[in-house]
């Protein structure tokens, strides 16, 4: 999702509680607090010797030890004051990927991609994944990707593993 995208869909719903889903039926707790937001501009090579760039916003949520047990999520009109404050101080490239930066005890800390939303019981719930590392130069270091058994199992040396 893009950071425009992001804004237009808090803009849609800012009297909703916003509510972040970081494994499946896992969520940051309603304790959580925006403490952090990153503008990055990202220039990698990869393996093969490509040249890329990027831009990403992260925002970071932190669950605040002093407030364990709250119920009531953060409204999106509180969340979008505060990343509205940050954009008059540092503007935001709107075409920039968006991350969100969590971690708790049971879960390590991650830069999670929105992975969807949706509204449910009065909430909007944006849904977050973590993407895995990959190859990108694949074709020209020759990297084959593996073949996906049609049985559904995995035997040793199948390839597909």
Known sequence: MKTS??????QQHSEKPLLFEYAPNMLVGANYHITEVKHLKIDSVDCGAGLDAWNETIIQLWESPEEIGKTEFMKIS???????????MKAYNGDAEVKFEYGNGQFHTAQLS????????????????ANPTDC??????GVQEPEVAQSGSCAPGSGCC
Do not use: P, R
């Open 136 to 141: 990108k130069a694949k074709e020209t270091c």
């Open 5 to 10: 995208e992001l804004f237009d869909l808090l």
């Open 114 to 129: 929105v992975n969807g939303f949706l509204v449910k019981n009065g909430n909007l719930l944006i849904k977050l994944t």
């Open 78 to 88: 509180k969340a979008l004051s505060i990343l509205e404050k940050v954009g008059q």
